[in-house]
């Protein structure tokens, strides 16, 4: 099991930037995939926000396409999520997951990811 730790939210004005940073613990982190989620305010689920393969090949939502961007560094064992352009439908509370089952095909479901982040609150006001 890994343990993921989520850290760089906070509040920030309609139109600004935010990066998010996901410490990931374990000696693998290289080799399997890796996803941002959120959820935001009196919903239920959790939705995808984008994932990441182990080869650096990412997917992203609608919703984000355009203006969020996933990377990772795996000499550090990390996971980040620049957000531009963000609009008050972005606050949410924001989670890093990861699936060391898998490498190439990371799942788009909340499901499919067996390790999560305590999460870090993004808020974004008009």
């Known amino acids: 099991q890994v343990q993921l730790v989520e850290s760089g939210g906070g509040s920030v004005q309609a139109g600004g930037s935010r990066k998010l940073s996901c410490a990931v613990s374990?000696?693998?982190?290289?080799?399997?995939?890796l996803g941002w989620f959120r959820q935001a305010p009196e919903k239920n689920q959790r939705a995808r926000v984008g994932?990441?393969?182990?080869?650096?090949?990412?997917i992203y939502a609608n919703a984000v396409k355009g203006r969020f961007t996933i990377s990772r560094d795996n000499a550090n064992n990390t996971l980040y999520l620049q957000m531009d352009s963000l609009t008050p439908e972005d606050t949410a509370m924001y989670y890093c997951?990861?699936?060391?089952?898998?490498?190439?095909?990371?799942?788009?479901?909340?499901?499919?990811?067996?390790?999560w982040g305590q999460g870090t609150q993004v808020t974004v006001s008009s």
């Open positions: 374990g000696s693998d982190f290289g080799t399997y995939c």
């Open positions: 994932t990441i393969n182990s080869v650096g090949k990412t």
């Open positions: 997951a990861a699936d060391r089952r898998t490498d190439i095909y990371c799942s788009a479901l909340e499901g499919g990811f067996p390790d």
